[in-house]
């Protein structure tokens, strides 16, 4: 029976301490004819053919552990330090609970303590939360604080069109029932100064991506300037692997900061879990939804940490509560927790140098394809659009084929106005020679240079 | 002065961090390398530097801190802390589920996406019913989903006054406030006596609101650890006044081949993985909670979901999957697709039991009526009948031993090495102590704790000191939450701050 | 049975406010009562000088460790003062909650509902029977 210890003994020692003849007696309360259905479920499998089936079925997908990816647009493949998944796997760590019980918990809540910390240095904010589900349900909780500034009296939210198209569509998703209007990104082509003249007394706020969604490093003075003259709160969706080597979102003018903290020692593991963060300036501490860890003293005077500004969340406040979360990611904060320690102050600044020089290196060799050309309008991070010379799905079809290259992201899907545009993604992770090989992959691609039985790697 | 300032148990990581450390280091550049303009950089990085092994034991103490469920019984009620078994950590890290992308060709993860498609099946058999969604990443944003999917139904038949929902005062706290996050608006039924839907109640609550009734969200079994013996008629009345039933799944623990939520006639349900199907707690979070409904809310589930795009040509031959969104869907929940690495887990954990999936059940009954069994007698019991997965015990002798409250009982627990049952929850019980020990507990264990519960009980009247000055043997005391919410400290000081201080 | 203060010269809502009359100006705060049912107050949030309430609307919310509460006004009017000690202080509540726990000040209009309200007596009975 799998993880159940009972022996017959003492399922029978048992039943007679309750009084009952069979276990099946213990149901009598559902109604009968709805009692025991049938399940039907392939038969119970050891931790052997577990094991193996699982590991069978694995191996249908293209992995990055063997093949190269240039592919980002919101997950990304970076170096996860050999101690962070050592730490992740201490049952103490992810066997526990929610920690509600503080003189039973204080390792969960010093590790959050010092992850809100460093969410709060690296984005440049007073305050940060446990964390959120990703950085879109991050970005739809930042309206909720929004309009709660606002005491519900604005009712327009402007999103930038350079903001992950799955986050907006999250956030809509999210406020479907409520008073808000989403505006700003419904052309695709807004610029910053197209969203800064959009700010009225009615903006709850306005939130941009930094850097944006096709990688790149907009100016926001505009936009933070007609804000700051509206009373509107500016939002700013962010990369935290960026900010450890450009400046914070804090210090560009920012209210509230979000994003997705997969690239802080989490796997992309098809989607998730992942890790939204959320941090604040002072004045909306109180109005963030979710976990917030707080120092405080024990019985003795010893410093000890417990969950606090409880009153605001839903077991206690109900049909009142801003929001209805209940967890945290609690176990991907701690990954991140490790993970930034563990790479500390230069490890954090070099893993974003060593993006933006390959990044670099890639875009320009690219460049000088024929056929291909690199946007190169405004600075980049570690992401980059380039325009093909034939559809993009055709092009990474060809790339996993014959070199073992997963290719860029269609942005044709997204946006109507770039068809054949695909989004570069090039980290740490990526050697020069991974590189070079997308490079003469791409050459040949444009070439028609390739025939069904070629391949140029070896997996 | 110094003993002014509260000494921690373990340093902070800033505390510990030395100017120069580093703990990993990083390659040099291969590539020629691009300037930087400096006007785009930070200038400094408020970061801890410390050394590899500096880290392991800094994380490895604050480890030792913790109660867990390796560590010890973990009778959280409403929370399921079963055994998390350690070969689904093993499968959630293969590299072909762990490293793959989440926006890759379908032609590139068939596996994945075979993976959630048979997770897909299995928890609609288990649940009786139709459609699933598996996007939602924990409980309260699957009841989300639900609720959402409820408000859309109604919109999309032109039936668009329907905004209020019905939620029994036992309920957990997301109920109502997932409704008014959703833009609807909650009404509470009180509960009759033995803690069950007063029928009439019921009925006039829909009759009033009869035009407006967007449907009712229901605890099955209740969280008091009932069956709710008129399920069967509160779902008809209900479906009467032109409401939808979502039933909260958090304690389908208590249910497993033991009745299809779908087939008693609701409409809508979330599951918890990682409550029912053992996915780690993880010190909270991450979840995962599949949403699960009828053909009638099939269409607007949240997407997208997996689907066979393409049958095989031959028996032998597996099918193409892909993704489709449900064509009048509320929309997408989250970025990407969900949890995947909590489906990995769920996925092996049901093919360890297959169809000897209701002995979990099974057992996990027969645990929590043996504790009620034998606490019965010693600890007030506001129902006296039988109780699904959990019981709720009163954790108070206002004769014998006033002043002693539940929180007392459970802090004292912790003396005894066991993790507290949940305190004051459900509300409607006075003193509550919910207590759940799931069915991957021995009967040594529960006997063990069972023992210390019969000690409490008479440490209460003879020496009721020792429960409020505990707990006594955990790395700290009971702390001053009030201190924390009024002098908001949420992040350690600024390291520079640190280093001039001690100059 | 504690022995909660109910100063006479205010009246009281079944929702726990008090409420002060000085001409056309009302002052608001929560009753001893209250502030003993709730316990240690951690914060207080008030609305802004110059908004307008409505008779029935909120006020604020007031929050201890355990539980967070609304506060709610049975005459409406424009805000015309707040306590802003209480963002440093909310612990004043629980010490003086007729005095220095005083939450708004507002300017009305029609004084009318404070007669549905309790006097001192009918309150303190009021409380005793919960």
Same mark, same amino acid.
């Given at each position: 029976?799998?993880y159940?210890? $009972?022996?017959?003994?003492d399922?029978e020692?048992?039943?007679?301490?309750?009084?009952v003849?069979s276990?099946?007696?213990l149901?009598?309360?559902?109604p009968?004819?709805h009692?025991?259905?049938?399940?039907?479920l392939?038969?119970?499998m050891?931790?052997?053919?577990i094991?193996?089936?699982m590991?069978a079925?694995?191996?249908?997908?293209?992995?990055?552990s063997?093949y190269?990816?240039?592919?980002?647009?919101?997950?990304?493949?970076?170096?996860?330090?050999s101690l962070?998944?050592h730490m992740?796997l201490?049952?103490?760590?992810y066997t526990a609970y929610?920690?509600?019980?503080p003189?039973?918990?204080?390792?969960t809540?010093q590790?959050?303590f010092?992850?809100?910390?460093?969410?709060?240095r690296l984005?440049?904010?007073?305050?940060?939360?446990a964390s959120?589900?990703?950085?879109?349900t991050?970005?739809?909780?930042a309206v909720?604080?929004?309009m709660?500034?606002?005491?519900d009296?604005r009712?327009?939210?402007i999103f930038?069109?350079?903001?992950?198209?799955?986050?907006?569509e999250v956030?809509?998703?999210?406020h479907? *029932?409520?008073?808000?209007?989403f505006?700003?990104?419904?052309?695709g082509t807004?610029?910053m100064v197209d969203?800064?003249?959009m700010?009225?007394? *009615?903006?709850a706020?306005?939130?941009v991506?930094?850097p944006n969604?096709?990688g790149q490093?907009e100016?926001y003075?505009?936009?933070i300037k007609?804000?700051r003259a509206?009373?509107t709160?500016?939002c700013?969706v962010?990369?935290?692997?960026?900010c450890a080597?450009?400046?914070?979102?804090?210090e560009l003018?920012a209210?509230?900061v979000v994003?997705?903290?997969?690239g802080?020692g989490?796997p992309?593991?098809?989607?998730g879990?992942y890790l939204?963060?959320f941090a604040?300036?002072?004045e909306?501490?109180?109005?963030?939804a979710?976990?917030?860890?707080?120092?405080?003293?024990?019985?003795?005077g010893?410093?000890?940490y417990v969950m606090t500004?409880r009153?605001?969340e839903q077991d206690?406040r109900r049909?009142k509560a801003?929001? *209805?979360?209940?967890?945290n990611?609690g176990?991907?904060a701690l990954?991140?927790c490790?993970h930034m320690?563990a790479m500390?102050?230069?490890?954090?600044?070099r893993?974003?140098?060593?993006c933006w020089?390959?990044?670099h290196?890639?875009a320009?060799e690219?460049?000088?394809l024929?056929?291909f050309?690199v946007d190169?309008t405004r600075?980049?991070?570690k992401?980059f659009?380039v325009?093909?010379p034939?559809?993009?799905?055709?092009?990474n079809?060809?790339?996993i084929y $014959?070199f073992?290259?997963?290719g860029?992201?269609?942005?044709?899907k997204?946006?109507?106005?770039?068809e054949?545009?695909?989004l570069?993604?090039?980290?740490e992770? *990526?050697?020069?020679?991974?590189?070079?090989m997308?490079?003469?992959?791409?050459?040949a691609i444009?070439?028609?240079?390739?025939?069904d039985?070629? $391949?140029? $790697?070896h997996h | 002065?110094?003993?002014?300032?509260?000494?921690?148990l373990?340093?902070t990581s800033y505390?510990l961090?030395q100017?120069?450390?580093q703990g990993?280091?990083?390659p040099?550049?291969?590539v020629? @390398?691009?300037d930087?303009p400096a006007?785009?950089?930070?200038t400094?990085l408020?970061f801890?530097e410390m050394?590899?092994l500096?880290?392991?034991?800094?994380f490895i103490k604050?480890?030792?801190?913790n109660?867990?469920?390796d560590?010890?019984?973990y009778p @959280?009620?409403?929370c399921? &802390?079963?055994y998390n078994?350690?070969?689904n950590?093993d499968?959630?890290r293969l590299?072909g589920y762990a490293?793959?992308?989440? @926006?890759?060709?379908?032609g590139?993860t068939?596996g994945a996406?075979?993976l959630?498609?048979?997770?897909?099946e299995?928890?609609?058999?288990i649940?009786?019913?139709?459609? #699933?969604?598996?996007?939602?990443?924990?409980?309260a944003?699957?009841?989300?989903a639900g609720?959402l999917m409820i408000?859309?139904?109604?919109i999309?038949?032109?039936?668009?006054k329907?905004?209020k929902?019905l939620?029994p005062?036992?309920?957990?706290?997301?109920?109502p406030?997932?409704?008014?996050?959703?833009g609807?608006?909650?009404i509470e039924?009180?509960s009759?006596?033995?803690?069950?839907v007063?029928?009439?109640v019921l009925?006039?609550?829909c009759e009033?609101?009869?035009?407006?009734?967007?449907g009712m &969200?229901?605890t099955v079994p209740s969280t008091?650890? #009932?069956?709710?013996?008129?399920i069967?008629?509160?779902?008809?009345?209900?479906?009467?006044?032109?409401?939808l039933?979502?039933?909260d799944?958090a304690? &389908?623990?208590?249910?497993l081949?033991?009745?299809k939520p779908g087939e008693?006639?609701f409409?809508?349900?979330h599951?918890?993985l990682?409550k029912?199907f053992?996915?780690p707690h993880?010190?909270g979070?991450?979840?995962?909670?599949p949403?699960?409904?009828?053909?009638?809310l099939?269409?607007?589930?949240?997407?997208?979901?997996?689907?066979i795009?393409e049958?095989?040509q031959?028996?032998?031959?597996a099918?193409?999957?892909g993704?489709v969104m449900?064509?009048?869907s509320i929309g997408?929940?989250k970025a990407?697709h969900?949890?995947?690495?909590?489906?990995?887990?769920?996925?092996a954990y049901?093919?360890?039991?297959?169809s000897?999936l209701?002995?979990v059940?099974?057992?996990a009954v027969?645990n929590?009526?043996y504790?009620r069994?034998?606490l019965?007698?010693?600890?007030l019991m506001?129902?006296?009948?039988?109780c699904?997965?959990e019981l709720v015990?009163e954790?108070?002798w206002p004769?014998?031993a006033p002043g002693?409250?539940?929180?007392?009982?459970s802090?004292?627990l912790?003396d005894?090495?066991f993790?507290p049952p949940?305190n004051y929850?459900?509300l409607?019980?006075?003193e509550a102590?919910l207590?759940e020990?799931?069915?991957t507990?021995?009967?040594?264990? @529960?006997?063990?704790?069972?023992?210390a519960m019969?000690k409490?009980?008479?440490e209460?009247q003879?020496n009721p000191?020792?429960l409020?000055s505990a707990?006594h043997?955990?790395?700290?005391?009971r702390?001053?939450?009030?201190?924390?919410?009024?002098?908001?400290?949420l992040c350690?000081?600024?390291?520079?701050i640190?280093?001039a201080?001690?100059q | 049975?504690?022995?909660?203060?109910?100063?006479?010269?205010?009246?009281y809502a079944?929702?726990?406010e008090?409420?002060r009359v000085e001409?056309? =100006?009302?002052?608001i705060?929560?009753?001893?009562y209250?502030?003993?049912?709730l316990?240690?107050?951690?914060?207080?949030?008030?609305?802004? =000088?110059?908004a307008t309430l409505?008779?029935?609307g909120?006020v604020?919310?007031?929050?201890? =460790?355990?539980?967070?509460s609304?506060?709610y006004?049975?005459?409406?009017?424009e805000?015309?003062?707040v306590n802003?000690?209480l963002?440093?202080e909310?612990e004043?509540?629980n010490?003086d909650p007729?005095?220095?726990?005083w939450?708004?000040k507002?300017?009305v209009?029609?004084?009318s509902?404070?007669n549905?309200?309790m006097?001192?007596?009918?309150y303190i009975?009021?409380?005793?029977?919960?």
């Amino acid at each position: 029976m799998s993880y159940i210890p $009972h022996t017959d003994a003492d399922r029978e020692a048992m039943l007679k301490a309750i009084g009952v003849d069979s276990i099946e007696a213990l149901f009598d309360a559902v109604p009968e004819k709805h009692r025991f259905p049938v399940l039907d479920l392939p038969d119970p499998m050891t931790e052997m053919e577990i094991a193996a089936e699982m590991e069978a079925l694995s191996r249908f997908n293209v992995s990055a552990s063997d093949y190269a990816i240039f592919l980002g647009a919101g997950a990304y493949h970076h170096y996860i330090p050999s101690l962070v998944n050592h730490m992740l796997l201490r049952g103490e760590f992810y066997t526990a609970y929610t920690p509600y019980q503080p003189e039973v918990s204080q390792g969960t809540l010093q590790a959050i303590f010092e992850f809100q910390t460093m969410i709060s240095r690296l984005t440049g904010m007073d305050a940060a939360n446990a964390s959120h589900y990703d950085g879109a349900t991050a970005l739809a909780e930042a309206v909720t604080v929004a309009m709660a500034a606002h005491r519900d009296k604005r009712q327009k939210v402007i999103f930038s069109p350079t903001i992950h198209p799955h986050y907006r569509e999250v956030a809509r998703t999210y406020h479907q *029932n409520r008073a808000v209007k989403f505006s700003g990104d419904r052309s695709g082509t807004a610029t910053m100064v197209d969203l800064a003249d959009m700010i009225d007394d *009615n903006t709850a706020m306005i939130a941009v991506q930094y850097p944006n969604f096709l990688g790149q490093i907009e100016d926001y003075t505009e936009i933070i300037k007609a804000a700051r003259a509206h009373g509107t709160l500016v939002c700013i969706v962010t990369d935290p692997v960026a900010c450890a080597l450009l400046k914070s979102p804090g210090e560009l003018g920012a209210d509230i900061v979000v994003g997705e903290g997969q690239g802080l020692g989490i796997p992309m593991s098809f989607g998730g879990p992942y890790l939204g963060f959320f941090a604040v300036k002072n004045e909306h501490v109180r109005r963030i939804a979710g976990r917030i860890v707080g120092e405080t003293v024990d019985g003795d005077g010893r410093r000890a940490y417990v969950m606090t500004l409880r009153p605001r969340e839903q077991d206690i406040r109900r049909e009142k509560a801003s929001s *209805n979360i209940c967890t945290n990611q609690g176990l991907m904060a701690l990954a991140a927790c490790v993970h930034m320690t563990a790479m500390g102050k230069q490890g954090m600044r070099r893993v974003a140098e060593l993006c933006w020089h390959k990044a670099h290196y890639a875009a320009q060799e690219i460049g000088k394809l024929k056929g291909f050309s690199v946007d190169t309008t405004r600075p980049f991070f570690k992401e980059f659009v380039v325009t093909c010379p034939k559809p993009v799905s055709e092009i990474n079809d060809e790339l996993i084929y $014959h070199f073992g290259i997963i290719g860029g992201y269609d942005l044709g899907k997204d946006f109507p106005t770039r068809e054949n545009q695909m989004l570069l993604c090039v980290t740490e992770m *990526n050697s020069k020679d991974e590189i070079d090989m997308l490079v003469a992959g791409l050459r040949a691609i444009a070439a028609g240079e390739l025939h069904d039985g070629d $391949h140029h $790697h070896h997996h | 002065m110094e003993n002014s300032t509260p000494q921690p148990l373990e340093k902070t990581s800033y505390e510990l961090s030395q100017p120069g450390r580093q703990g990993i280091r990083l390659p040099d550049p291969d590539v020629p @390398l691009t300037d930087i303009p400096a006007d785009l950089c930070r200038t400094d990085l408020d970061f801890p530097e410390m050394g590899e092994l500096d880290v392991v034991r800094h994380f490895i103490k604050l480890s030792q801190f913790n109660y867990s469920i390796d560590k010890g019984f973990y009778p @959280l009620g409403s929370c399921t &802390m079963k055994y998390n078994p350690k070969i689904n950590e093993d499968m959630a890290r293969l590299p072909g589920y762990a490293h793959v992308h989440p @926006l890759q060709s379908q032609g590139t993860t068939q596996g994945a996406l075979a993976l959630m498609y048979r997770l897909q099946e299995w928890l609609c058999e288990i649940s009786g019913f139709d459609a #699933v969604s598996i996007q939602p990443a924990a409980g309260a944003h699957g009841e989300f989903a639900g609720i959402l999917m409820i408000r859309k139904y109604h919109i999309d038949r032109g039936d668009v006054k329907r905004t209020k929902i019905l939620v029994p005062d036992s309920a957990h706290g997301t109920n109502p406030a997932t409704t008014s996050m959703a833009g609807l608006q909650a009404i509470e039924l009180p509960s009759d006596k033995n803690g069950d839907v007063d029928l009439d109640v019921l009925r006039k609550a829909c009759e009033q609101h009869k035009e407006e009734l967007a449907g009712m &969200m229901i605890t099955v079994p209740s969280t008091l650890g #009932v069956f709710e013996e008129h399920i069967v008629e509160i779902i008809k009345i209900v479906h009467e006044a032109g409401g939808l039933m979502y039933m909260d799944g958090a304690n &389908m623990n208590a249910l497993l081949g033991v009745a299809k939520p779908g087939e008693l006639g609701f409409d809508v349900m979330h599951y918890n993985l990682h409550k029912t199907f053992s996915t780690p707690h993880g010190g909270g979070g991450p979840g995962s909670g599949p949403v699960v409904c009828n053909e009638k809310l099939a269409p607007f589930r949240p997407g997208p979901v997996v689907e066979i795009i393409e049958e095989p040509q031959d028996e032998d031959d597996a099918p193409l999957y892909g993704w489709v969104m449900p064509d009048k869907s509320i929309g997408r929940l989250k970025a990407f697709h969900g949890n995947f690495g909590m489906h990995v887990r769920a996925y092996a954990y049901i093919s360890a039991y297959g169809s000897d999936l209701p002995k979990v059940t099974h057992y996990a009954v027969l645990n929590a009526n043996y504790i009620r069994a034998r606490l019965k007698g010693t600890y007030l019991m506001p129902f006296d009948r039988m109780c699904g997965h959990e019981l709720v015990i009163e954790g108070h002798w206002p004769d014998k031993a006033p002043g002693v409250h539940a929180l007392d009982i459970s802090k004292r627990l912790m003396d005894y090495n066991f993790h507290p049952p949940t305190n004051y929850f459900p509300l409607i019980v006075p003193e509550a102590l919910l207590i759940e020990p799931t069915e991957t507990e021995s009967k040594e264990v @529960l006997d063990s704790f069972i023992e210390a519960m019969l000690k409490i009980a008479e440490e209460a009247q003879n020496n009721p000191d020792l429960l409020h000055s505990a707990p006594h043997i955990t790395p700290v005391k009971r702390v001053d939450e009030v201190k924390a919410a009024k002098d908001l400290v949420l992040c350690c000081r600024p390291t520079h701050i640190e280093s001039a201080e001690a100059q | 049975m504690a022995n909660w203060k109910t100063p006479e010269d205010l009246k009281y809502a079944k929702s726990d406010e008090w409420f002060r009359v000085e001409g056309d =100006v009302v002052t608001i705060g929560i009753s001893d009562y209250a502030q003993d049912q709730l316990s240690d107050i951690v914060y207080v949030e008030l609305p802004d =000088v110059g908004a307008t309430l409505s008779a029935g609307g909120s006020v604020g919310v007031v929050e201890s =460790v355990k539980a967070a509460s609304d506060v709610y006004t049975v005459v409406g009017g424009e805000v015309i003062e707040v306590n802003s000690q209480l963002e440093k202080e909310p612990e004043s509540v629980n010490s003086d909650p007729f005095g220095k726990g005083w939450f708004i000040k507002l300017r009305v209009k029609d004084l009318s509902p404070l007669n549905g309200l309790m006097n001192a007596a009918a309150y303190i009975e009021y409380c005793s029977s919960r």
